[in-house]
């Protein structure tokens, strides 16, 4: 064996100090990105607004009959979740009648039959009824349950 191998194979093979460097810096890149997006989100970033609380449950006197498109019907009674800044006044629920009558009128039954088109209109309405009782900053109107929902 000459010397000249001798020294190749004793000789340890350096160990890249850039590895070691860009492992460091994506891990202070990684952690400062975390930190920073936690205080913006969470602990300085601007206050969410408080979920409104419940108040008095606002009842239909009767179901409605609505047509539908090609002569079905829908058999409709629902129910309007009011919320604490509603306070003790009582909530007239016409208006949200005459939503919800607009609203399903001349609709085809194939858009109310399965559960995902059920849960599709109801946000829909819950949307146009939060429209017009949600007004000055003032939330009154704060979910609906249907208690009656029968097509034919």
Excluded at 41 to 58: D, H, L, N
Excluded at 74 to 85: M, S, W
């Amino acid at each position: 064996m000459s010397k000249d191998d001798k020294d190749v194979t004793t000789e340890a093979p350096k160990k890249s100090k850039k590895k070691l460097m860009i492992i460091v810096i994506a891990a202070v890149v990684l952690l400062g990105g975390g930190a920073g997006g936690y205080f913006m989100f969470f602990a300085g970033g601007e206050k969410a607004e408080a979920a409104p609380k419940k108040g008095a449950v606002v009842a239909m006197d009767s179901a409605l009959t609505i047509n539908l498109a090609e002569g079905h019907y829908l058999k409709l009674a629902f129910t309007l979740q009011a919320t604490e800044d509603a306070g003790e006044a009582e909530i007239d629920n016409a208006e949200a009648i005459d939503i919800a009558i607009d609203k399903y009128t001349g609709v085809e039954i194939a858009e109310l039959e399965t559960e995902k088109g059920r849960q599709a209109a109801k946000t829909e309405l819950l949307d146009e009824i939060k429209k017009v009782y949600n007004v000055d900053d003032q939330h009154i109107i704060m979910d609906i349950y249907f208690t009656q929902f029968v097509t034919q």
